[in-house]
């Protein structure tokens, strides 16, 4: 997956009797039993080559990744939404069926209410892509996901933010015409304007959601000069 170094490939078949959540109702337990076939812990960055980081806000020291084979990839969503907010380490999920592919993200960070809980302050479900069949969308993303290419490797916090935006950009490339560019830039080695420039693109992405939705003419205006000035601001990025 993403070109990871073999130094953190586990293979690790999960019981999946083990990997049913107790704490869920039975109907979400049956419901879960019926639509998982198969899954594996197929890498775990741990070590401290990419730092870990705990500083109150995240306590990372690893990123886990998971194969999960189901029965139908229509239950992504479901299986994405329970098993993020259950693993408590930062994870990828690899999500698919005999046709389809999916694969899940969350940046997840230490709830201030109680330590030992995290929370998820966003997360990604990306494009579905067919399996066994050339997909120029399915490879440009597994292009800027490759590990080798990454730019920013402080700790395992920004490592994983670098996999999640740019998962997004990728997927929302043509809500920007200058999404690649943001894509091939340096400004990822800069933890700081990373995040400055993604919270942009975030900000940018939902104003066009909520234009999408609008009803009244008013409300389309307003929200029209909301895209006008995040897109400028992008536009202003040096990069």
């Given at each position: ?24 109702k ?22 401290e ?28 969503n ?36 109680n ?14 892509y067919?399996?066994?069949i ?13 590990y ?22 990728v ?41 999408n ?14 895209i ?12």
């Amino acid at each position: 997956m993403f070109n990871i170094p073999d130094a953190y490939k586990l293979d690790y078949q999960v019981n999946l009797k083990d990997f049913i959540p107790k704490v869920l109702k039975s109907k979400d337990k049956n419901r879960i039993k019926k639509a998982i076939k198969n899954v594996k812990l197929e890498y775990q960055i741990i070590g401290e080559e990419i730092p870990s980081l705990n500083d109150g806000i995240y306590h990372c020291e690893a990123i886990q990744f998971y194969d999960m084979e189901v029965e139908n990839i229509k239950e992504a969503n479901y299986l994405a939404n329970i098993y993020q907010d259950i693993i408590k380490p930062l994870c990828i999920i690899h999500i698919y069926d005999a046709k389809d592919e999916i694969y899940s993200f969350a940046i997840k960070r230490l709830s201030q209410v109680n330590h030992n809980e995290i929370v998820i302050e966003q997360s990604l479900l990306t494009d579905k892509y067919m399996i066994g069949i050339p997909d120029s969308a399915r490879q440009r993303l597994l292009n800027y996901l490759n590990y080798n290419l990454l730019k920013n490797k402080t700790d395992k916090v920004q490592l994983y933010k670098e996999w999640y935006y740019k998962a997004y950009m990728v997927i929302n490339e043509k809500e920007y015409s200058h999404t690649q560019r943001l894509l091939e830039s340096d400004f990822w080695y800069d933890s700081s304007k990373t995040s400055r420039i993604c919270q942009k693109y975030l900000q940018l992405i939902a104003d066009r959601n909520r234009l999408n939705k609008a009803v009244t003419n008013m409300e389309r205006m307003k929200i029209n000069k909301e895209i006008k000035i995040q897109i400028q601001e992008l536009d202003n990025e040096e990069i």
